[in-house]
């Protein structure tokens, strides 16, 4: 069964007298464990799929399934739950807040979740150590580098341990190490953990860990390629 199943999914927009059909007939199963890389060209559509994979957005047309149920009947607060337990967001607006430090921004998500305090601040710095930023738990985003801002970022999305890992170009802004140093980290959190990671990007250094790639133009699937995988992997 798959997790996440796009089934004839359009996206419309309204703009004043006339409409723009962003998705046009979008056919995709994502199942659990797949490292999917969704390439194409700016404006073919990629973040509104990816708004439609991560439930913050619904179809004009068609059905998204998540773990077989149909999530375009739910209402806005039953999705929301849903994406707070299913989905860690790395997207490009890191979205930390100004007036937080480093540790506080990641300790955010926990504290929704009832869990015991210090518990969470364990689990938080942990986190940061994961992403390489110990000695920064007490700045404030201001005073980070922008890769270590998007670090934070991804801290803060694992924090409540989500299955599905979607990304929109998160290297994008990025020098290339820093970026390595994300994918590096994608890519363990795929193979080691058995997570799912979906990534929306035009970079194509990203496909390098790759299970499957899903080229779209135009609103349009293009083309799906599989990925040769090594051994040990399958
Ligand atoms: P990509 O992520 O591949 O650059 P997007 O999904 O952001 O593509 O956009 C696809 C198309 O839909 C673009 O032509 C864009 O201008 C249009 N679009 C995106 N969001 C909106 C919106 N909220 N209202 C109107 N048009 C939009
Ligand atoms: P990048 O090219 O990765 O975005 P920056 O040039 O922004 O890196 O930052 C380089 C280093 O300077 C980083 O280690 C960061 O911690 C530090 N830094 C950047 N901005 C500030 C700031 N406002 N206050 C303190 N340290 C900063």
Redesign the pocket.
């Known amino acids: 069964v798959p997790l996440i199943k796009l089934n004839d999914v359009w996206k419309i927009?309204q703009?004043g007298e006339s409409d723009?059909a962003?998705l046009r007939g979008i056919n995709l199963e994502i199942y659990e464990g797949e490292f999917l890389v969704v390439l194409?060209p700016?404006?073919?559509?990629?973040?509104?799929l990816m708004n439609l994979i991560g439930c913050l957005d619904l179809p004009s047309r068609g059905t998204v399934f998540l773990n077989s149920g149909d999530i375009s009947e739910l209402e806005e607060s039953e999705l929301a739950r849903i994406r707070g337990q299913m989905i860690g967001f790395i997207f490009q607006s890191f979205n930390l807040i100004p007036t937080l430090n480093t540790l506080e921004n990641v300790l955010l998500p926990l504290e929704f979740q009832e869990e015991d305090p210090h518990t969470a601040q364990k689990k938080a710095a942990y986190l940061l150590e994961i992403v390489g930023l110990s000695d920064k738990k007490h700045n404030l985003p201001s005073q980070l580098s922008g890769g270590q801002r998007q670090r934070v970022a991804i801290a803060r999305s694992l924090a409540v341990n989500p299955p599905v890992i979607l990304a929109d170009e998160p290297t994008g802004n990025l020098d290339s190490k820093t970026g390595n140093y994300i994918l590096e980290f994608l890519n363990s959190l795929n193979k080691k953990e058995g997570k799912t990671v979906i990534i929306?990007t035009h970079d194509l250094e990203l496909i390098k860990y790759a299970t499957r790639i899903v080229y779209i133009r135009d609103g349009r699937i293009e083309k799906v390629e599989e990925c040769i995988l090594d051994e040990g992997r399958k």
């Open positions: 927009y703009m723009f962003a194409g700016s404006g073919s559509g990629k973040s509104t929306v």
